[in-house]
């Protein structure tokens, strides 16, 4: 139980932060692009950053458990 809970809060936090992340990729991408080019260099590192938190976020979504396996205790009925 406990690790489900953790990497569901983990995946939680990770998706705030991705979202987030994302945000301020839109935010760059209204900039005019005089401007933006000052920041090209700034604007590829937040691109590496998304896709490298993006990617840990499914790697956590597949190997975190997502259901607890059952005890053979557990699914027998109380006498």
Known sequence: MA?????????EELEFWSSR????????????????????????????LMTEMDDRLCDMMNACPTVETLKEEDIRPAA
Do not use: G, Q
């Open 21 to 48: 992340l994302h945000e301020l990729s839109n935010k760059f991408e209204r900039v005019p692009s005089i401007d933006k080019y000052k920041l090209l260099p700034h604007i590829e590192e937040l691109h590496i």
């Open 3 to 11: 690790t489900t809970l953790y990497c569901s809060n983990m995946a």
